[in-house]
């Protein structure tokens, strides 16, 4: 099976389940950035965000709602989470299986997203803006 984490939702790999039901799997990851690193997957093959069935999308969000609660009140006592979703190789997704970090977060763990943000005009960021509204088609 090419797709690793179809495999684990599939029970042909081993997985260190924190959570389970019918859209979605959580389970600890393998390389953890942080202690206590979780991922959220669909059951449901998708390989990148255009392809998530919207159902499954809000469902990953809700689980990861509560597993980061979970963590915060676990003896791991992070001090903040993050929720990472890389979309395309280029945003860093490794495994083409759409999936949600869940990551506790504590002072100086070396984990983060950095850049050099600009600061546009406010007549760039409505340029920007009306092209992904455009983009849209039905904003609905």
Request: charged share 25%; aromatic share 6%; with cysteine.
């Amino acid at each position: 099976m090419d797709c690793v984490f179809c495999a684990i939702v599939a029970g042909d790999l081993p997985a260190s389940t924190v959570y389970d039901d019918d859209r979605v799997l959580a389970f600890a990851d393998i390389r953890p950035a942080t202690t206590g690193h979780l991922l959220v997957v669909p059951k449901r093959h998708a390989a990148d965000l255009a392809a998530l069935e919207p159902q499954d999308g809000a469902r990953m969000f809700q689980v990861a709602q509560r597993l980061a609660a979970g963590l915060r009140n676990s003896p791991l006592e992070p001090e903040g989470v993050n929720l990472f979703l890389a979309d395309g190789e280029v945003a860093g997704q490794e495994v083409f299986h759409a999936h949600l970090h869940v990551l506790p977060r504590r002072t100086g763990d070396g984990f983060g997203v950095r850049a050099d943000f600009a600061s546009p005009s406010r007549e760039e960021l409505d340029r920007v803006a009306g092209l992904v509204r455009d983009a849209l088609g039905d904003p609905g």
